[in-house]
């Protein structure tokens, strides 16, 4: 006969609400920051929040939105998901552009919002908006729990679909009466088993005849560029871009999501292109015989008038998001496979006779450089922004 110890006996009487639940689901996920500005219908979520302040800290932001993009902060400076959380109606809406930013910026972030009681929703109720029809074409996935048993499934596929793939935001809209139930803690499986059938971040690795055609590509080229974006950033690729670009000496030129993922300094940066960009960048696309677009989306700041940009030559686009390949401007040579493993595939792959000759390209470069300088004039005594910019930069090397 099986004995009942004190420990299993205290489990199988002890409840735990739906609150409780998802914030120790974001514990067990490895969040350890959240930003959450509380209200009426979000409530029981910080009285969850308050019993694990020794896991997770809580921040109050001094508005929904801007507690969103310090969400997003985490996000972009640790690669962790960032987690905001707002209460229901006008604390819900102020979340709206951090969250189509996240979206357009392919930042893993998870909102949570909290939400009228089921019985009212639909009649009007005080603070109640729609919000996950709001957000629907502004999130990666959204969620609305109506039902405490799938609360655990809920949050742990919200963290998987944010941070795999294109990562997005993910919107999860609770309820206050789902906040509120409680259940048998002995009933709760805080590793619950995924259900998205129709999901399949997969990634396909890169083809080695997609390799040979870009190094077939490079070694006919005699003015190529590396056109990179934040796609180079999400996938962690610098290291190996930048031992591609000094291989190759192929000058690099970064939107402004990309910036960092190579050395502004280095001589063969050609620093950021497009509308605000600088004016070698862009007459060295514009004069390119092959475009190397890795983790970019040809974005209208980029290219303006789109049968005008790098039209003199030949383009490889490398995305890990299949919907990007040709939506903007066709490539010639389309690789959907992740930036970083595709890199090392090139770098794996290229031998010494493969390097081409790019002397004059360089010289040239090199041309509109010092007539195009990224210059400002002197102010005198005044301190001009630019000075004290390029000061701090200095101070700080």
């Not at 930042?107 to 949570?112: Q, R, S, T």
């Not at 696309?285 to 003199?312: P, Y």
């Not at 006779?353 to 470069?365: G, K, M, N, S």
């Amino acid at each position: 006969m099986k004995v009942k110890t004190v420990a299993t006996v205290e489990k199988a009487t002890q409840t735990i609400n739906g609150a409780q639940i998802l914030i120790e689901m974001l514990v067990r996920l490895g969040t350890d920051t959240i930003y959450a500005y509380p209200g009426g219908c979000s409530m029981p979520l910080h009285q969850a929040l308050r019993e694990k302040r020794d896991q997770i800290r809580t921040i109050l932001p001094r508005h929904e939105q801007g507690g969103c993009f310090a969400a997003q902060g985490i996000a972009r400076s640790t690669g962790k998901t960032g987690v905001c959380m707002a209460t229901s109606g006008p604390g819900a809406t102020n979340l709206v552009t951090g969250i189509a930013d996240a979206k357009l910026d392919s930042i893993p972030l998870i909102a949570i919002t909290g939400q009228v009681p089921q019985a009212v929703i639909g009649s009007d109720a005080f603070q109640e908006t729609p919000i996950v029809e709001v957000c629907r074409a502004i999130t990666k996935h959204h969620y609305m729990i109506t039902d405490i048993r799938d609360v655990a499934r809920i949050v742990k596929e919200a963290f998987h679909i944010a941070s795999t793939g294109r990562p997005g935001p993910v919107l999860i809209d609770v309820p206050k009466d789902v906040q509120l139930e409680s259940m048998p803690l002995s009933e709760v499986d805080f590793d619950p088993p995924m259900n998205l059938p129709g999901y399949h971040p997969e990634v396909p690795a890169v083809a080695p005849e997609q390799i040979r055609q870009v190094i077939a590509a490079i070694r006919r080229s005699r003015r190529p560029v590396l056109y990179v974006g934040g796609g180079c950033i999400q996938s962690e690729a610098a290291e190996e871009l930048t031992k591609f670009a000094l291989r190759t000496g192929i000058p690099v030129t970064m939107t402004v999501m990309g910036l960092g993922v190579f050395p502004g300094t280095h001589p063969q940066s050609l620093h950021m292109l497009g509308m605000h960009g600088t004016v070698y960048a862009n007459y060295a696309v514009d004069q390119s015989d092959l475009l190397l677009a890795f983790g970019v989306r040809f974005d209208d700041r980029v290219t303006g008038k789109l049968e005008e940009f790098a039209k003199h030559g030949k383009i490889v686009h490398v995305d890990i998001d299949p919907s990007e390949i040709h939506k903007n401007k066709e490539a010639h040579i389309p690789i959907h496979a992740d930036v970083r493993e595709t890199l090392i595939a090139l770098n794996a792959a290229l031998d010494d006779a493969d390097i081409p000759d790019l002397t004059e390209w360089r010289h040239q470069i090199d041309g509109w450089k010092a007539k195009f300088p990224l210059a400002y004039a002197d102010a005198g005594d005044a301190i001009l922004q630019q000075y004290a910019i390029d000061e701090l930069w200095r101070q700080t090397q």
